[in-house]
């Protein structure tokens, strides 16, 4: 490559050659074992799932599509098989304080066989402890009691009756109670009638006399609780004597089972002390006979089912049927799904919640694993990330709700006893989250200690294009796709190169290369062909464009109907094309538009009037600002710049930003100044610095494209092309169409590495170097500027001089009308 002389058809795109390769269809190839151009990542992803300390979680970053998802899946699987399953998890239920469960952590697989055996307890509780208490034993040691009791009650009655006899009394029982009589002396009670004929002293013995056995009736009713209660607490006894047999029968085997498991024998033994303790409700209201009958069926059987509900066991993470680690990735990680949650039921009206219905978080699930997250997902719903930060920061998984976390309730609600936390996060996200994360939150830094950085590209050498190859492959095996020719593989491999926009560098964002690899499957399935050719491929990239560039097309068809004013041929003096890119999405094109400068004399101020309107970006004003410093010092260095310039993209509404412009501008300056018209047949892109050096910028494929689309609609007459900065060369993959057009002397695209270049091929005129004296050469370009600005700078200085000597004359005039005045003034007051 020469600067300043056209490119050749060979540079313009790097052909992978299919003949190098030795293999027919992707079939007679092997699978490609690992991933390319990715070794940082997967040694940071190796280092960071290997590791074992605190806030050694790994944050992928890089662009959607470059792997990142199954490369960190497949390092953490590995690792996971090497690791032994977690624990199992439960909630049970804490007699003490039924708001607070315990958590008890069990080896894996004995969770779900303690919570099957729990399960069998409460199932088996009611029956067998309802066969004790109507065995003839129980019944029969329960009846002693009762008739204790009761033979108790009627001596003391009997007693009461035989002295009431002996004061002429009877005891009656009444609906009002007990109550005395006087008897006749037959023995009959006396009538309320045959009462009142009696005389009154007889009537006051009688009352002194019931007085008399009314206190001693009510010293032994007195004693009637008493004995009750003692009646009640002996039956008591009895229930729990028969009741502790049989749970010990019950509970004995379960206690084998778990002899080695403190947390468990301690919780069984509370189920004993408790079950004992609630017979009534869980035998559905009767329990033995003791607390009477409850006055609603319904509610007795409500809690008798909440009885039972106490010794069950909340299996919330079960590690019977894992083997090795988990590995958790979280499609919807918002606060509750990662944290937990206690749900509620409705009972009788209200809302209710116990231990039971505590449901794990993604965190209880990957516990002692792996859990792999997006974090643009996480960052988007509401207290996750805080949610999963304070989890990591205390090592502990901590249920309960945002409001709660936030201190903005005071509601009365379960408070499940935390469970230690051991988990690799891997999150996944783009660059700028991170970089975002890492500037703005302080907690970041110490949690996510070990960045896996993807790159987007990686060398294309001999060994690159060889592995890309096998990776090609490997994805039409895995997706079932057809084989691909190995000139459908050199064309992929050449659309790749593209994808990067960079003909020594192939895209690692595989995702795109499986779109189009399925694409090209497609239309070979169209074609009922049996292989994937370069044809389907190229088809598949053609099709790509077309659903893409209808936005490009209906641009292109506004210059072509005049609307938009873009010439490509002729010369104008302060006019020129400049090239720009648009991105809509994933789709980016080239849009060429005019750039118009125009010069007055004035005070060395250039004006860019995107930046005056604030339709310019900071990118933008800064390239104006170093376009006006290289003006000055290269024509002005040594004399003030007396003009004033205006720059402006002409017909642009949206706004514009980026430097690559800023060489263009500054060659419609130049012609401005000069008055020396540029070639409308070439566009022109790079960025300048102040030494007139022309600098990279992107997207030259797409801005060469979209300058070489609009002349072939208008017709291709030779003279038409591009100059593009020299730096820019290597990364030129151009669509066969400009290629063969540059190829057939149709079109030219020009390297340029400085001003001076551009100069002389969009003016013809030589630029010219200053000699000895510091002199431009008569007849060159520079000449011709350097000229115009002096004599705009002498022209100034005229004008300057000639307004201070009219303000001179102007001084003296005055100053000798004063003086007359003053004259004047003196002889009148002689």
């Given at each position: 490559?020469?600067?300043?002389?056209?490119?050749?058809?060979?540079?313009?795109?790097?052909?992978?050659n299919?003949?190098?390769?030795?293999?027919?269809?992707?079939?007679?190839?092997?699978?490609?074992?690992?991933?390319?151009?990715?070794?940082?990542?997967?040694?940071?992803i190796?280092?960071?799932?290997?590791?074992?300390?605190?806030?050694?979680?790994i944050?992928?970053?890089?662009?959607?599509?470059a792997?990142?998802?199954?490369?960190?899946?497949?390092?953490?699987?590995?690792?996971?098989?090497?690791?032994?399953?977690?624990?199992?998890?439960?909630?049970?239920?804490?007699?003490?304080?039924?708001?607070?469960?315990?958590?008890?952590?069990?080896?894996?697989?004995?969770?779900?066989?303690?919570?099957?055996?729990?399960?069998r307890?409460?199932?088996?509780?009611q029956?067998t402890?309802?066969?004790?208490?109507?065995?003839?034993?129980y019944q029969?040691?329960?009846?002693?009691?009762?008739?204790?009791?009761?033979?108790?009650?009627?001596?003391?009655?009997?007693?009461?009756?035989?002295?009431?006899?002996?004061?002429?009394?009877?005891?009656?029982?009444?609906?009002?109670?007990?109550?005395?009589?006087?008897?006749?002396?037959?023995?009959?009670?006396?009538?309320?009638?045959?009462y009142?004929?009696?005389?009154?002293?007889?009537?006051?013995?009688?009352?002194?006399?019931?007085?008399?056995?009314?206190?001693?009736l009510?010293?032994v009713?007195?004693?009637?609780?008493?004995?009750?209660?003692?009646?009640?607490?002996?039956?008591?006894?009895?229930?729990?004597?028969?009741?502790?047999f049989?749970?010990?029968?019950?509970?004995?085997?379960?206690?084998?089972?778990?002899?080695?498991?403190?947390?468990?024998?301690?919780?069984?033994?509370?189920?004993?002390?408790?079950?004992?303790?609630?017979?009534?409700?869980?035998?559905?209201?009767?329990?033995?006979?003791?607390?009477?009958?409850?006055?609603?069926?319904?509610?007795?059987?409500?809690r008798?089912?909440?009885?039972?509900?106490?010794?069950?066991?909340?299996?919330?993470?079960?590690?019977?049927?894992?083997?090795?680690?988990?590995?958790?990735?979280a499609s919807?990680?918002?606060?509750?799904?990662?944290?937990?949650?206690?749900?509620?039921?409705?009972?009788?009206?209200?809302?209710?919640?116990?231990?039971?219905?505590?449901?794990?978080g993604?965190?209880?699930?990957?516990?002692?694993?792996?859990?792999?997250?997006?974090?643009?997902?996480?960052?988007?719903?509401?207290?996750?990330?805080?949610?999963?930060?304070?989890?990591?920061?205390f090592?502990?998984?901590?249920?309960?709700?945002?409001?709660?976390?936030?201190?903005?309730?005071?509601?009365v609600?379960l408070?499940?006893?935390?469970?230690?936390?051991?988990?690799?996060i891997?999150?996944?996200g783009?660059?700028?989250?991170y970089?975002?994360?890492?500037?703005?939150?302080?907690?970041?830094?110490?949690?996510?200690?070990?960045?896996?950085?993807f790159?987007?590209?990686?060398?294309?050498?001999?060994?690159?294009?060889?592995?890309?190859?096998?990776l090609?492959?490997?994805i039409?095996?895995?997706?079932?796709?057809?084989?691909?020719?190995?000139?459908?593989?050199?064309?992929?491999?050449?659309?790749s190169?593209?994808?990067?926009?960079?003909s020594?560098?192939?895209?690692?964002?595989?995702?795109?290369v499986?779109?189009?690899?399925?694409?090209?499957?497609?239309?070979?399935d169209?074609?009922?062909?049996?292989?994937?050719?370069?044809?389907?491929?190229?088809?598949?990239i053609?099709?790509?464009?077309?659903?893409?560039?209808?936005?490009?097309?209906?641009m292109?068809?506004?210059?072509l109907?005049?609307?938009?004013?873009?010439?490509?041929?002729?010369?104008?003096v302060?006019?020129?094309?400049?090239?720009a890119?648009?991105?809509l999405?994933?789709?980016?094109?080239?849009?060429?538009?005019?750039?118009?400068?125009?010069?007055?004399m004035?005070?060395?101020?250039?004006?860019?009037i995107?930046?005056?309107?604030?339709?310019?970006?900071?990118?933008?004003?800064?390239?104006?600002?170093?376009?006006s410093?290289?003006?000055?010092?290269?024509?002005?260095?040594?004399?003030?710049l007396?003009?004033?310039?205006?720059?402006?993209?002409?017909?642009s509404?949206?706004?514009?930003?980026?430097?690559?412009?800023?060489?263009?501008?500054?060659?419609?300056?130049?012609?401005?100044?000069?008055?020396?018209?540029?070639k409308?047949?070439l566009?022109v892109t790079?960025?300048?610095?102040?030494?007139?050096?022309?600098?990279?910028?992107?997207?030259?494929?797409?801005?060469?494209?979209g300058?070489f689309e609009?002349?072939?609609?208008r017709?291709l007459?030779?003279?038409?092309?591009?100059?593009?900065?020299?730096?820019?060369?290597k990364?030129?993959?151009?669509?066969?169409?400009?290629?063969?057009?540059?190829?057939?002397?149709?079109?030219v695209?020009?390297?340029?590495?400085?001003?001076?270049?551009?100069?002389?091929?969009?003016?013809?005129?030589?630029?010219?170097?200053?000699?000895?004296?510091?002199?431009?050469?008569?007849?060159?370009?520079?000449?011709?500027?350097?000229?115009?600005?002096t004599?705009?700078?002498?022209?100034?200085?005229?004008?300057?001089?000639?307004?201070?000597?009219?303000?001179?004359?102007?001084?003296?005039n005055?100053?000798?009308?004063?003086?007359?005045?003053?004259?004047e003034?003196?002889?009148?007051?002689?």
């Amino acid at each position: 490559m020469e600067p300043g002389k056209p490119l050749k058809s060979d540079e313009l795109v790097h052909r992978c050659n299919p003949d190098q390769f030795s293999f027919d269809t992707t079939d007679d190839l092997p699978d490609l074992d690992g991933f390319i151009g990715q070794e940082r990542a997967i040694e940071a992803i190796r280092f960071g799932v290997r590791i074992d300390r605190p806030g050694y979680n790994i944050f992928a970053l890089g662009p959607t599509g470059a792997g990142k998802n199954t490369l960190v899946h497949r390092y953490a699987r590995a690792r996971a098989t090497e690791e032994p399953p977690p624990d199992d998890w439960c909630y049970v239920n804490n007699f003490d304080q039924t708001s607070k469960p315990r958590a008890l952590r069990l080896p894996a697989g004995k969770g779900k066989q303690f919570s099957q055996d729990m399960k069998r307890l409460v199932e088996e509780l009611q029956t067998t402890l309802s066969s004790a208490f109507e065995s003839e034993e129980y019944q029969a040691r329960r009846q002693a009691l009762e008739a204790e009791f009761q033979e108790r009650q009627q001596e003391s009655l009997k007693d009461i009756q035989e002295q009431a006899k002996e004061r002429g009394l009877a005891l009656l029982r009444t609906a009002g109670g007990l109550v005395f009589a006087p008897l006749k002396e037959d023995g009959s009670v006396l009538e309320p009638e045959e009462y009142e004929k009696l005389d009154e002293e007889k009537k006051k013995h009688l009352q002194s006399e019931v007085e008399v056995m009314q206190e001693r009736l009510q010293k032994v009713l007195y004693q009637v609780p008493r004995w009750e209660r003692e009646f009640r607490q002996r039956l008591r006894d009895l229930n729990r004597e028969v009741a502790s047999f049989v749970l010990k029968d019950l509970l004995n085997d379960i206690r084998t089972s778990y002899a080695k498991m403190p947390a468990v024998i301690e919780h069984l033994d509370h189920v004993q002390a408790d079950v004992l303790d609630n017979l009534q409700f869980i035998l559905g209201g009767s329990g033995g006979g003791q607390g009477g009958d409850e006055p609603n069926a319904v509610l007795q059987s409500v809690r008798a089912g909440a009885a039972t509900r106490r010794y069950q066991v909340n299996l919330l993470v079960d590690s019977s049927a894992r083997e090795g680690a988990p590995v958790i990735y979280a499609s919807n990680p918002s606060y509750l799904n990662l944290i937990g949650r206690v749900e509620q039921m409705a009972q009788m009206g209200a809302l209710i919640t116990d231990f039971t219905l505590i449901k794990p978080g993604l965190l209880h699930e990957a516990n002692g694993g792996y859990l792999i997250l997006d974090a643009i997902k996480v960052l988007s719903s509401p207290y996750a990330w805080e949610g999963l930060k304070r989890a990591l920061q205390f090592g502990e998984i901590r249920i309960e709700s945002p409001y709660e976390m936030l201190s903005l309730t005071s509601t009365v609600s379960l408070e499940p006893e935390p469970i230690p936390l051991n988990v690799k996060i891997i999150m996944m996200g783009e660059r700028r989250l991170y970089y975002l994360l890492a500037a703005y939150d302080p907690d970041f830094a110490e949690l996510f200690k070990v960045a896996a950085d993807f790159d987007d590209e990686f060398v294309w050498d001999e060994d690159s294009q060889q592995l890309y190859a096998q990776l090609i492959s490997a994805i039409a095996r895995r997706e079932q796709l057809k084989p691909f020719e190995r000139a459908a593989v050199a064309r992929i491999i050449e659309q790749s190169a593209r994808l990067v926009n960079d003909s020594e560098r192939l895209t690692a964002r595989i995702q795109n290369v499986v779109d189009l690899m399925e694409e090209a499957d497609y239309l070979a399935d169209e074609d009922d062909a049996q292989t994937v050719s370069i044809q389907h491929v190229q088809q598949a990239i053609d099709a790509q464009l077309y659903r893409n560039n209808r936005v490009s097309q209906r641009m292109q068809e506004e210059v072509l109907r005049e609307t938009i004013l873009i010439d490509t041929e002729g010369e104008q003096v302060g006019q020129i094309n400049g090239l720009a890119v648009l991105q809509l999405g994933a789709y980016a094109f080239g849009k060429p538009s005019r750039i118009t400068a125009t010069v007055r004399m004035g005070k060395g101020e250039v004006v860019d009037i995107e930046r005056e309107v604030d339709m310019s970006g900071p990118i933008h004003s800064k390239g104006v600002l170093i376009l006006s410093s290289l003006l000055r010092a290269r024509y002005a260095y040594d004399r003030p710049l007396s003009l004033s310039a205006s720059l402006v993209f002409e017909q642009s509404y949206g706004g514009v930003d980026g430097d690559s412009a800023s060489s263009t501008e500054l060659y419609a300056l130049l012609s401005a100044i000069a008055q020396v018209p540029i070639k409308q047949s070439l566009a022109v892109t790079g960025s300048v610095n102040q030494l007139g050096q022309i600098q990279a910028i992107g997207g030259v494929n797409e801005k060469i494209e979209g300058f070489f689309e609009l002349c072939q609609a208008r017709g291709l007459t030779g003279d038409q092309g591009v100059l593009i900065p020299a730096a820019n060369v290597k990364h030129l993959m151009l669509r066969q169409d400009v290629v063969d057009a540059v190829e057939a002397g149709r079109f030219v695209i020009y390297p340029v590495a400085t001003i001076e270049e551009g100069i002389e091929l969009l003016t013809g005129m030589p630029a010219g170097e200053r000699d000895e004296e510091g002199r431009y050469p008569e007849g060159s370009f520079n000449r011709r500027v350097e000229d115009k600005l002096t004599e705009m700078m002498e022209k100034r200085i005229a004008l300057d001089r000639k307004s201070r000597g009219e303000d001179r004359d102007e001084d003296q005039n005055q100053n000798d009308d004063e003086g007359q005045a003053e004259d004047e003034k003196a002889d009148v007051n002689e």
